[in-house]
């Protein structure tokens, strides 16, 4: 059996399980692809800008994992 990682929030009060499995574990796929483009690329912004290279190395956590994860209750 492939061990496959999740991520798991109990205590919130989106469904009635009070458990959240599939949304975070899904938000953090999607953290981890982002962040392959996203951190590069600010890194080179930030040389020239820095306040547009500091927003992009926080895209992933900033605006793509709250998305994800609050897009999936359960």
């Known amino acids: ?3 496959v990682p999740t991520c798991v929030e109990c205590g919130v009060s989106d469904n009635p399980c009070r458990c959240k499995i599939f949304g975070p574990t899904l938000a ?3 953290l981890s692809v982002v962040a ?3 951190w590069p690329i600010g890194g080179i912004v930030y040389l020239v800008n820095r ?3 500091r ?7 900033d605006r793509v994992y709250p998305a994800v994860n ?3 209750p359960i």
């Open 51 to 53: 306040s547009k290279g």
């Open 70 to 72: 609050s897009a999936i």
């Open 55 to 61: 927003e992009l190395m926080g895209l992933p956590v």
């Open 28 to 30: 953090l796929a999607a």
């Open 1 to 3: 059996m492939p061990w």
């Open 36 to 38: 392959v483009f996203a």
